[in-house]
C-alpha cells in the first residue's frame, strides 16, 4: 500500500503515533508519517476548497501570507487552474495581517471574505476582462476600511487596489495561471497596505508550481525558478 503526503508528496512511511495537521494545526493518531514531518488531519483531508482555506487561516501563525497560499494551493482541493483560486488570496491576507497584530484584520473577515468572493465564474479572465483573484484586493480594503457602495474614499480604495492587480496581471502576458494570479494579488495587496499599516515589504519567493503545469509561463513569470 503507499500512501502520499499531500503537502510535499513524499511517500509517507508506516509509523505510529500522533501527528499535528501543517493545515488546522488538530492533532489525532496516525499510523503514517510523513518523512518531512507534514501531517494533514482527516477534516482538512477532505475538506473542499473553502472550508480548508477557513481551517487553515483561522489556525495558522504564519506571518507571511505567500507560504500559506502555497500550502493551501498544493492541497488536492486546488486543481492547477479553477475558481477555488478566487476566494484565496483575501483569507490569507487577513490571516497573516492578524498575526502581525494588525487590529483591523479578524476572524470574522476571514468568513466575511470567503462569503463575499463565492461564485466568481472560471474563466472571467478571458471572457469579460476581469480576474476573480484579484477581486481580493478589493475585498481586503473593503473589509479593513468598512467600505460600502455609499461609501467615498473607501469605496475608491478598494476599487483601486483591484485595479491595481489587474492591471500588473495583464501585463504578465501569457495564459492565465492561477498561482500566478493569486501571488500578484496578494503582493499588490500588500503593497497597498504599507501606506496604512505597519507592514514591511514581502519577500521574493518563487512558485513551488513552477515547471509543473501545463501551461507553465516558466521564465516569463517572475515566480519561476
Known sequence: M???CKVCGQDLVERTGRGSCSY???EEPTEWACPAG???CEACRTAGPEELIQRTCLATALTDPIPLAQLLMKHPAF???GDEHHSLAAPVILGALRNRGIAEATAGQV?????RLRGIPISVCGTRGDCGAAASAGTVISLLKRASPLSDGERSAALRATARTLVRIAERGGPRCCKQAVFDTIRTTWDV???DFPLDELPPHTCDF???LKDCKTSRCPYFV
Do not use: P
Open 193 to 195: 497596505l504599507r501606506h
Open 2 to 4: 503507499r500512501f502520499r
Open 79 to 81: 486543481h492547477a487552474y
Open 24 to 26: 488546522c494545526g488538530g
Open 111 to 115: 468568513r466575511d471574505a470567503l462569503e
Open 38 to 40: 507534514h501531517y494533514t
Open 210 to 212: 513552477a515547471g509543473k
